[in-house]
């Protein structure tokens, strides 16, 4: 046998192992369905040098030891925002009805944070507004002005951001501002980064990638910090879908527009966003910002009851998707939802699937054209059970549909960062607020129902007619979302 031969057999041997070892790691690896280790499994015995490169890059949850022991050392360093001075969260808990406190209680499991009362909100009519009254603030702030975003862009609403935040910081104003290391990469390589710095705000990179061939060792660089958090003297919030960026966002023009929805807060529950910004800002920038959750809230008015969400993969796993199926499970009269992004895993579509079965009115809303074609496909893979069960679809047409809503009877909305994809339970920082307020609610649904105006329904007769081709197209992205 010749040397070649010799080292070809070793090799061959190495790679064995290495596949079994993975398959065994897939099969060992905690907190994963069992969908996601057949299709893993699947990948790699069909095609064994894709599947092994593609697990490795990809197939763990893994932000990178060091990231999480930063981040849990910052939880253990901050102060619990229940201990703020002016926060009553007793008070909160008892004005909330009892059909709906098992969600704030579920709610508070996820970060610790108690529901809140004394919150007042307005959700702004649109991208320009959005971008326009968050400016007013920042103009207006008189401490301190906190921003994070997943995507920001250096188009004119990008730059107008920038200005109010160097307006504000050269008064005396103190500003942070962090980006998203891949979401955000264009400003934060702009010209327009720097002069922040320069003008005294302080900015942070979130998740940042280094070295993308050695990205892979540290922690898997697709782990993103999706979050869009403004904080402004501990007292005013914005949650919603909206990114830093006009609604054209030129970087994929062809699905404009992007059509978003915030509210505007006020309250007790600017400070648990407060405490994710904090968490976030801390991990990336050596700052103790424990003596800003420590400053005593100012005196309320009254208001509803609301609460943060924030997930992510330091964050229990599966928190946000089993948020989002007790939601639907208590759902009695009518469940409407907007989302652009659909991947559920079985027991979010079970879970939609029987709200319809039992009576109540169950609506979604996605969009007719999807930026991404793999989860476009893979969502209308979900399409003929969701009917056949009496959910009813509709695909907006007016743009790329971008909100991320749900409304349930009237009474209770979830707002926020957070799609229902396997990204946003798995992998993505996300930041949603709960609330319980009929009168905010009733705003949320006319937002909703504004939507359904420009879109159309989706009939089971519509989907029967694909063809064999499109059915399979759809059906095999969907079999792999488990590894997407």
Not at 268 to 287: I, K
Not at 332 to 346: A, N
Not at 464 to 480: D, E, G, V
Request: aromatic share 8%; with cysteine.
């Amino acid at each position: 046998m010749t040397d070649h031969e010799v080292f070809t057999l070793l090799a061959m041997g190495v790679y064995i192992v290495l596949h079994i070892l993975v398959i065994i790691r897939i099969l060992l690896r905690p907190h994963r369905e069992p969908a996601s280790r057949v299709a893993w499994i699947v990948v790699m015995v069909v095609v064994p040098g894709v599947g092994l490169i593609s697990y490795l890059l990809l197939g763990e949850t893994n932000i990178g030891r060091s990231r999480v022991a930063r981040v849990h050392k910052v939880l253990g360093t901050l102060p619990h925002v229940a201990d703020t001075p002016g926060i009553d969260s007793e008070t909160a808990k008892a004005s909330i009805p009892e059909d709906y406190r098992h969600l704030f209680h579920l709610g508070r499991t996820v970060n610790g944070f108690h529901p809140v009362g004394g919150n007042r909100a307005h959700l702004l009519k649109d991208s320009n507004a959005t971008i326009d009254s968050m400016i007013a603030d920042i103009d207006a702030a008189q401490e301190h002005v906190h921003l994070t975003f997943y995507i920001w862009l250096t188009d004119h609403n990008g730059l107008k951001m920038a200005e109010a935040l160097k307006r504000a910081a050269r008064r005396g104003v103190t500003c942070r501002a962090m980006a998203d290391a891949l979401g955000s990469r264009a400003m934060i390589e702009s010209k327009h980064w720097k002069s922040m710095a320069e003008a005294g705000v302080r900015i942070a990179v979130a998740l940042p990638i280094g070295n993308p061939l050695l990205r892979p060792l540290k922690g898997r660089f697709d782990l993103r910090n999706h979050r869009k958090i403004l904080v402004i003297d501990n007292w005013i919030t914005y949650c919603g879908s909206q990114n830093c960026a006009d609604p054209e966002f030129r970087v994929k023009a062809k699905f404009a527009p992007w059509v978003d929805a915030m509210m505007r807060f006020e309250g007790p529950v600017a400070r648990q966003n407060q405490h994710l910004f904090a968490t976030d800002w801390m991990a990336q920038v050596d700052e103790d910002l424990g003596d800003v959750i420590r400053e005593p809230l100012r005196a309320g008015e009254p208001g509803f009851t609301a609460q943060v969400i924030g997930t992510g993969p330091t964050v229990r796993t599966s928190a946000m998707p089993e948020f989002f199926e007790t939601l639907i499970y208590s759902a009695r009269r009518e469940l409407c939802i907007s989302t652009p992004y659909y991947v559920p895993d079985e027991a979010m579509q079970s879970a939609l699937c029987a709200c319809a079965r039992r009576g109540v009115k169950t609506t979604i809303i996605f969009p007719a054209r999807n930026d991404s074609w793999i989860v476009g496909a893979a969502s209308r893979s979900y399409y003929q059970d969701l009917l056949a069960a009496g959910v009813e679809i509709h695909e907006y047409e007016g743009g790329l549909l971008h909100t991320k809503s749900l409304t349930l009877d009237g009474n209770v909305t979830l707002i926020g960062s957070a799609n229902m994809d396997r990204r946003s339970f798995e992998l993505n920082y996300e930041n949603n607020i709960l609330l319980c307020d009929p009168k905010m609610t009733v705003a949320m649904r006319e937002r909703q129902e504004s939507y359904l105006e420009s879109s159309h329904p989706v009939t089971a007769e519509e989907v029967s007619a694909w063809s064999i081709r499109r059915r399979l197209w759809n059906n095999t992205i969907a079999m792999l979302g488990p590894v997407l």
